[in-house]
């Protein structure tokens, strides 16, 4: 793609005042990066990619709230972490991270367990073991 045709579409990454680079040809057909807002297409599986994240963490919001999750599995969908990545972050086998995001697992855990899952989450001790889904 020519640097002059490098689309500029109206984007999520525009309205967030973020661009994205590219690989394009300059005139004398010499490889250069050059930024982009985004186009149609892309934008469109980015918006729906969005849609689908506010989903589950809405779903996981929920479900904290009637008992059946921890915070932890909150914060994990919120920070759009698996298991796999959230147990890297605390250096915790993903086992026992899969007991922590159920309320029973969780109410078990100790101030040290829960000050590194603040830490992987950036909040406090307080805000994950008092959530109010309005964080």
Same mark, same amino acid.
């Given at each position: 793609?020519?640097?002059?045709?490098?689309?500029?579409?109206?984007?999520?990454?525009?309205?967030?005042?973020?661009?994205?680079?590219?690989?394009?040809?300059?005139?004398?057909?010499?490889?250069?990066?050059?930024?982009?807002?985004?186009?149609?297409?892309?934008?469109?599986?980015?918006?729906?990619?969005?849609?689908?994240?506010?989903?589950?963490?809405?779903?996981?919001? &929920? =479900?904290?709230?009637?008992? %059946?999750?921890?915070?932890? @599995?909150?914060?994990?969908?919120?920070?759009?972490?698996? /298991?796999?990545?959230?147990?890297?972050?605390?250096?915790?086998?993903?086992?026992?991270?899969?007991?922590?995001?159920?309320?029973?697992?969780? &109410? =078990?855990?100790?101030?040290? %367990?829960?000050?590194?899952? @603040?830490?992987?989450?950036?909040?406090?001790?307080?805000? /994950?073991?008092?959530?109010?889904?309005?964080?």
């Amino acid at each position: 793609m020519k640097k002059e045709d490098i689309p500029q579409d109206d984007s999520t990454l525009q309205s967030a005042n973020m661009t994205e680079v590219m690989y394009v040809t300059d005139e004398y057909d010499n490889y250069t990066t050059a930024r982009s807002t985004g186009w149609e297409a892309k934008n469109l599986a980015l918006d729906e990619s969005m849609t689908l994240i506010n989903e589950r963490i809405e779903e996981a919001r &929920k =479900k904290v709230e009637a008992g %059946t999750a921890s915070p932890i @599995a909150y914060f994990m969908e919120k920070n759009k972490m698996d /298991l796999g990545v959230l147990s890297a972050y605390v250096g915790i086998w993903s086992f026992f991270v899969k007991r922590h995001l159920k309320p029973g697992g969780f &109410k =078990k855990l100790s101030e040290k %367990t829960l000050k590194k899952y @603040a830490a992987a989450f950036d909040i406090t001790v307080d805000e /994950l073991k008092n959530f109010d889904g309005k964080q």
